[in-house]
């Protein structure tokens, strides 16, 4: 019996245990260094993550290990190398010579974020990801990372290292020790002053001496400033650019990798990065700069009243009542979504809850990877200038399973700000829509809305179903459907607000024939209620009801954002249980 009793409890602890556990027990530390000042040598195992990016045994880029399997990077490193290119080198200490610490790995996939600008070097950050997991040593560890609410003040002292050139155009001299200079940041505005206003955005952050002489510098590109806090080092930036090199009141330019925490969350979804809170002391001196063009310093006073509840369906510059095919404006159908894979336009869909985004299974036939994927709200012209659009990372892709069309949902890395450009729609979970309802529908495709390709809209309505089944279609008069225009929504008005009555299908042989028969046939919202539910929880409320709802949603317990998920239920339920089977032998 005691041999068991040990059994049971060694169990217990061990379900007790993270399912898997983030990088905050591990990133950060660096027990070989001992640097209080920098534009030196840096000894072995001083910055355990730094990695080198090297293509044909040449290094072009540095990097940093953020957990075993991947690395954090620039963007701009990879406008002229693919993953197929790319060696990465951990544990280096010289890039000539013997380095008995070294490991390396290829790179298995290359993430630039959708919203990096080459022009303007806006959102500067790539992820890697290696072709095998690395162990940690002294020598190869991973760093943390500043979290969401990190502030850097003024004149805080960071660390930048790398192989760079030691000025424009000169070379690390032999054997090419990786280098280390300390260099204090510099706030936005002063940085923005320097560079000129509207140069340095929130995406960025600033470092170096107004007298110049330390910088980094041609190939450190991509590699870490870090900046530490009760013994542990956070990376607060990734070398991006500058002008020239340790140049006077021109610091470096860096990515802030604190802008960043949802995107790299929502693609690294085991073994998380260590994100950490990076809190500066004092006052920021930034506040005080001025220049010629640069926006005063404005307060924010906190609302006090209670936030409104999302409400579904309203679309304040849609006035659509009889209309035929034309080109959408701004905010015409605010809940309209393109999703895109490797930044082209693929399916249409809608957002139908504060997170997640409805379109059309079939789109996902030849890739369901959440990471492949991005969407892009408040969305006119798939060619051309959108101010009003918001870019999401995917972190979840969920297909409905029924024996005839399918739907997804789409579980978005962030919630984004609703704008008059970007509301949610609401569901058609039951309601009747007569025959002679006018109804809508919308997306982009290929060869439509000119050179621009802006959204089209196309009007119908409600028609009879003949010998298909009324309680499980929505039948409307024939208009075209092509690929780019799947996932997007079947909407009818009523009672002052939008309800979504199907998702679009292309065009398929059985299609083609419903079309030549003037009738579409859609298979219905309310088809997929449970589906729904199970992977929505409670739908959104139009404007014009309470904010309950009496349908098949109602009754489904539903997981608040940001809650645990369904898993995690269960493995407290077996912890309980465990618990409760190892008590009975003690008794």
Not at 71 to 77: D, E, N, P, R, S
Not at 374 to 385: A, F, H, I, M, P
Not at 501 to 507: E, G, R, S
Not at 554 to 582: D, E, K, M, Y
Request: hydrophobic share 35%.
């Amino acid at each position: 019996m005691a041999f068991y009793k040990v059994i049971c409890l060694a169990a217990v602890l061990m379900l007790l245990t993270q399912e898997s556990e983030s990088q905050l027990n591990v990133c950060g530390q660096a027990s070989l260094n001992t640097r209080i000042v920098g534009g030196q040598d840096a000894t072995p195992g001083s910055w355990p993550w730094q990695v080198s990016l090297q293509t044909s045994g040449r290094h072009f880029c540095g990097g940093s290990l953020i957990n075993n399997q991947w690395v954090l990077c620039a963007a701009h490193c990879f406008q002229s190398y693919t993953a197929s290119d790319v060696t990465v080198y951990l544990g280096l200490q010289s890039l000539q010579g013997s380095n008995t610490n070294k490991v390396s790995r290829s790179v298995s996939q290359v993430i630039i974020h959708p919203n990096y600008n080459s022009d303007t070097d806006d959102n500067d950050i790539s992820l890697l990801k290696l072709s095998s997991s690395v162990t940690f040593t002294n020598y190869i560890r991973p760093v943390c990372l500043a979290a969401s609410n990190s502030t850097f003040y003024s004149g805080s002292n960071t660390w930048v290292t790398g192989w760079g050139t030691i000025a424009s155009g000169v070379s690390l001299p032999f054997p090419q020790n990786l280098m280390e200079v300390e260099v204090p940041i510099v706030g936005n505005r002063k940085c923005n002053c320097n560079y000129g206003v509207g140069k340095i955005t929130d995406n960025m952050v600033c470092a170096g001496l107004s007298a110049g002489g330390k910088d980094s510098c041609q190939g450190d590109s991509g590699g870490p400033m870090v900046i530490k806090q009760n013994g542990l080092w956070i990376q607060a930036g990734i070398v991006s650019f500058g002008r020239g090199c340790a140049l006077p009141n021109f610091p470096g330019v860096y990515a802030r990798v604190s802008r960043y925490e949802t995107w790299i969350n929502g693609l690294i979804t085991s073994n998380q990065p260590g994100f950490i809170t990076f809190t500066s002391s004092g006052t920021d001196s930034d506040l005080s700069v001025s220049c010629t063009g640069l926006p005063p310093v404005t307060t924010t006073i906190p609302p006090t009243t209670t936030p409104r509840p999302v409400v579904c369906g309203q679309a304040q510059k849609n006035s659509r009542i009889l209309n035929g095919t034309s080109v959408v404006t701004a905010g015409l159908w605010p809940w309209m979504a393109s999703l895109q894979k490797n930044g082209s336009h693929v399916c249409g869909g809608t957002l139908v809850a504060v997170d997640s985004v409805l379109s059309n299974a079939n789109c996902f036939s030849n890739s369901s990877v959440a990471s492949e994927w991005t969407v892009v709200l408040g969305r006119l012209k798939q060619n051309g200038s959108n101010p009003f659009e918001v870019t999401l990372n995917v972190t979840n892709i969920t297909l409905s399973q029924s024996n005839g069309t399918n739907i997804a949902i789409l579980h978005l890395s962030a919630r984004p700000t609703l704008t008059d450009y970007i509301q949610p729609i609401c569901l058609d979970n039951g309601r009747t829509f007569s025959e002679g309802s006018v109804c809508w529908s919308a997306g982009w495709s290929p060869g439509r809305g000119g050179a621009e390709q802006a959204l089209q809209e196309f009007q119908t309505s409600v028609v009879n179903c003949g010998n298909a089944s009324s309680s499980e279609n929505i039948c409307t008069g024939s208009f075209t459907l092509e690929q780019g225009d799947s996932g997007g929504p079947l909407m009818c008005k009523q009672d002052g607000s939008w309800f979504q009555a199907a998702v679009l299908t292309a065009q398929s042989n059985s299609t083609r024939t419903r079309q030549e028969t003037g009738v579409m046939i859609f298979t219905r919202m309310s088809t997929f209620n449970t589906f729904l539910s199970q992977t929505l929880g409670t739908f959104l409320s139009p404007a014009s009801t309470t904010n309950t709802t009496t349908n098949a949603a109602s009754t489904t317990v539903s997981q608040p954002n940001g809650g645990p998920p369904a898993h995690s239920l269960i493995f407290v339920f077996v912890h309980l249980l465990s618990l409760a089977l190892c008590l009975q032998l003690f008794l």
